[in-house]
C-alpha cells in the first residue's frame, strides 16, 4: 500500500496506524494531490477493523505548512467554495473516525495543518531541539492572505483553546511554539524532537491495550455528547455503557479484574 499514494506514506506497527505527509519539498502543503491521497488513506484505515488507533504526522521539517496558495489564489467564489467544502469534509471524516487518532506535530502546522491537527483526538508536539531552534508551531494566519481559515479552523479552535484565545491567534494571524501552545490547552504533551515519534506510540499502544470496542463507546460518548445538551449525553453514554455488556471484552476485562490476573485476552468483540 505504499505504492498508492504520490504523497504519503501510510504502515502499520501491529494495529496502530502511521500516516505521514510526506511532500517535503513543499513542506507538506495540501494541494489537490495531497487531499486526493488522503481521501483514500482515510478511506482504507475506516475500512481496516484491525486497526485500533491512528497516528498523522509530517515527513521533514514540517507537519503540514498549510493549504497550498498557487493553487487557492485563482480561486473565484464557486472555486473558494468548492475548495473548502472539499477540505472541510476530509478534515470532519478524520474527526469522525472511531478510533483515537494522534496528530504528531513535528514542525509547521499553520493554516490547513493547523485545522489538521485539531481533527485528531490528540495533539501531540515536539519542542525545539538542543540548540534551541525547530520543533512545533502553530497558527492560522489566512487573515493574512485575505481569506479566513477555510478547513474548519473557525470552528475547532474555538471549542479547543476557547473564544477569546482563539479570536487572538485567527484575528493576528500569529504563530506560536510547542509550549504556549500546551499553556493554552491546544496540546496535551511536549517531547524533545527525537522522541516526539516515541511519544506518540506509547501514547496510542496505552489505548489500544484496552478493549477497543469501549475505547471507541467512549469517544463516540465525547465526541456526540459535547454537541448535546447533558441530560442528551447522559442518555447515550447510558446506552453505549449497556452495549458493552453485550461484548465478549467486557466478560472478559471483568473476569480478569475478579480473578486478580494481569493479562486480559481482548478481541475487539
Given at each position: ?8 506514506r ?19 502543503a495540501?494541494?489537490s ?12 484505515v475506516?475500512?481496516?477493523a484491525?486497526l ?20 487557492q ?19 470532519r ?11 504528531a ?8 495543518g493547523?485545522e489538521?491537527?485539531?481533527?485528531c ?12 531552534k525547530g520543533?512545533?508551531?502553530?497558527g ?6 485575505g ?21 487572538e491567534l ?13 499553556e493554552?490547552?491546544l ?5 524533545p ?16 491495550a ?14 456526540r455528547g459535547?454537541?448535546?445538551d447533558?441530560?442528551d ?8 455503557f449497556a452495549?458493552?455488556f453485550?461484548t465478549?471484552?467486557?466478560k ?7 480473578e486478580?490476573r ?8
Amino acid at each position: 500500500n505504499l505504492l498508492m499514494y504520490q504523497t504519503l506514506r501510510y504502515e502499520k506497527q501491529e494495529n496502530i496506524g502511521i500516516l505521514t505527509i510526506n511532500r517535503p519539498e513543499a513542506l507538506n502543503a495540501l494541494n489537490s494531490t495531497v487531499i486526493g491521497d488522503l481521501e483514500q488513506a482515510i478511506t482504507e484505515v475506516e475500512k481496516d477493523a484491525e486497526l485500533g488507533a491512528l497516528i498523522i504526522t509530517g515527513e521533514g521539517r514540517s507537519f503540514v505548512a498549510g493549504a497550498d496558495i498557487g493553487e487557492q489564489k485563482p480561486l473565484d467564489v464557486a472555486g473558494g467554495r468548492k475548495w473548502g467544502q472539499r477540505g472541510s469534509a476530509l478534515m470532519r471524516r478524520i474527526e469522525k473516525l472511531e478510533i483515537p487518532t494522534i496528530a504528531a506535530v513535528n514542525g509547521f502546522a499553520l493554516g490547513g495543518g493547523c485545522e489538521l491537527a485539531m481533527c485528531c483526538d490528540i495533539i501531540l508536539a515536539a519542542g525545539p531541539n538542543a540548540e534551541g531552534k525547530g520543533g512545533a508551531k502553530f497558527g492560522q494566519p489566512e487573515v493574512g492572505l485575505g481569506i479566513t481559515p477555510g478547513f474548519s479552523g473557525t470552528q475547532r479552535l474555538p471549542r479547543r483553546v476557547g473564544i477569546a484565545k482563539a479570536k487572538e491567534l485567527i484575528f493576528s494571524g500569529k504563530t506560536i511554539g510547542a509550549a504556549e501552545a500546551k499553556e493554552i490547552g491546544l496540546v496535551n504533551a511536549v517531547y524533545p524532537p527525537e522522541e516526539l515519534m516515541n511519544g506518540a506510540i506509547a501514547m496510542a499502544k496505552s489505548f489500544t491495550a484496552n478493549a477497543p470496542i469501549a475505547v471507541k463507546y467512549s469517544k463516540a460518548c465525547i465526541d456526540r455528547g459535547m454537541q448535546m445538551d447533558i441530560d442528551d449525553g447522559i442518555a447515550l453514554e447510558n446506552e453505549l455503557f449497556a452495549m458493552c455488556f453485550a461484548t465478549a471484552d467486557q466478560k472478559e476485562g471483568m473476569s480478569a479484574f475478579v480473578e486478580k490476573r494481569k493479562e486480559k485476552h481482548f478481541q475487539n468483540k
